[in-house]
């Protein structure tokens, strides 16, 4: 079992830029993979960015060149750094954890954490 807790979120200008950050109440160093996906009203819950466990990252389209994902073991967090947010970008973020138990893997949701993108 894990517990995740995001934070972060908030109201920002379109062109701004904010950091998320998801708290892993335990050890993230064997986690197979961690991310960070969003949901906009009306749409399906999409991915945003997503680190494995060595640290190979991947992106939406929508977000490369503008968005970093980053993970910090030492401090049982995972980031997303966020620029030149458009108001497309408006969603709940949600944090995710991929960990492996023997020959399965269970995902792990936070509860999110609002992104508002507007002038």
């Known amino acids: 079992q894990v517990q995740l807790v995001e934070s972060g979120g908030g109201l920002v200008q379109p062109g701004g830029s904010l950091r998320l950050s998801c708290a892993a109440s335990?050890?993230?160093?064997?986690?197979?993979?961690m991310g960070w996906y969003r949901q906009a009203p009306g749409k399906q819950r999409e991915l945003v960015a997503q680190?494995?466990?060595?640290?190979?990252?991947n992106y939406s389209d929508s977000v490369k060149g503008r968005f970093t994902i980053s993970r910090d073991n030492a401090k049982n967090t995972m980031y997303l750094q966020m620029n030149s947010l458009k108001p497309e970008d408006t969603a709940l973020y949600y944090c995710?954890?991929?960990?492996?138990?023997?020959?399965?893997?269970?995902?792990?949701w936070g509860q999110g954490t609002q992104v508002t993108v507007s002038s």
């Open positions: 995710n954890a991929a960990i492996d138990y023997g020959l399965s893997r269970r995902d792990y």
């Open positions: 335990r050890s993230t160093f064997s986690f197979y993979a």
């Open positions: 680190i494995a466990k060595s640290g190979s990252t």
